[in-house]
């Protein structure tokens, strides 16, 4: 079965680190160009980050210097580094695929994760 | 970067309703997004779900009452006939370029 499962959300204090990963089975994580996507409470989708199978990466405005996306081929696993944390990075952070054809097609967010919560809180 | 642009916010609609969503793109001078446009359907608590790619393309599995149109800034998504599980937020979200941006979402409730 083609899935990802995300794990690594808590609650952290503003300035603190977390390490969120993506499991994904069914397909091959480096060959695929793989996102974060986070929702904060109430509000809608913002794209956060991308690895491309290539290994380029490519980050937002809001997150850019402070996280850091990556993928590990052994384990097959998406990790999003998050640094610096800030109250405005608490939200439901989704990994997901990004599939386009091998650039034959426009492409879109075909496979998600469950997501997992990062709350940032004194 | 390209702003994403819904409307409705909301809908009230019933079951067996035509439902018309759209998604206006817009940044500068740029000639909108060509065909890079998907749709997504999200429930509360879940990720959300692929409908359309490609301005037009329905994903496999998705039930063909829903269908997606437009090029370049304006873009369409229309459920036929509403049903019971089509009650939900509908983002659209343009892949040209990045940042890759989504719509503020569009929530049809039950009237």
């Known amino acids: 079965e083609v899935q990802l499962v995300a794990s690594g959300g808590g609650v952290i204090q503003p300035g603190g680190s977390l390490r969120l990963s993506c499991a994904a089975s069914?397909?091959?994580?480096?060959?695929?160009?793989m996102n974060w996507v986070r929702q904060a409470p109430g509000k809608g989708l913002e794209w956060v980050s991308i690895i491309y199978s290539g290994g380029s990466t490519y980050y937002g405005d809001s997150v850019k210097g402070r996280f850091t996306i990556s993928r590990d081929t052994s384990k097959n696993t998406l990790f999003l580094q998050m640094n610096s944390l800030r109250a405005e990075d608490t939200a439901v952070y989704y990994c997901?695929?990004?599939?386009?054809?091998?650039?034959?097609?426009?492409?879109?967010?075909?496979?998600w994760g469950q997501g997992t919560m990062v709350t940032v809180s004194s | 970067d390209i702003q994403m642009t819904q409307s409705p916010s909301s809908v009230s609609a019933s079951v067996g309703d035509r439902v018309t969503i759209t998604c206006r793109a817009s940044?500068?001078?740029?000639?909108?997004?060509?065909?890079?446009l998907a749709w997504y359907q999200q429930k509360p608590g879940k990720a959300p779900n692929l409908l359309i790619y490609?301005?037009?393309f329905l994903q496999s599995g998705v039930p063909s009452r829903f269908s997606g149109s437009g090029s370049g800034a304006d873009f369409t998504l229309t459920i036929s006939s509403l049903q019971p599980e089509d009650f939900a937020t509908y983002y659209c979200q343009q892949g040209n370029s990045l940042p890759l941006t989504f719509g503020g979402g569009t929530k049809v409730q039950i009237k």
């Open positions: 490609a301005a037009s």
């Open positions: 940044h500068g001078f740029s000639q909108g997004v060509s065909s890079y």
């Open positions: 997901a695929r990004w599939y386009d054809s091998g650039g034959l097609a426009p492409g879109a967010f075909d496979i």
């Open positions: 069914g397909f091959t994580v480096s060959s695929n160009h």
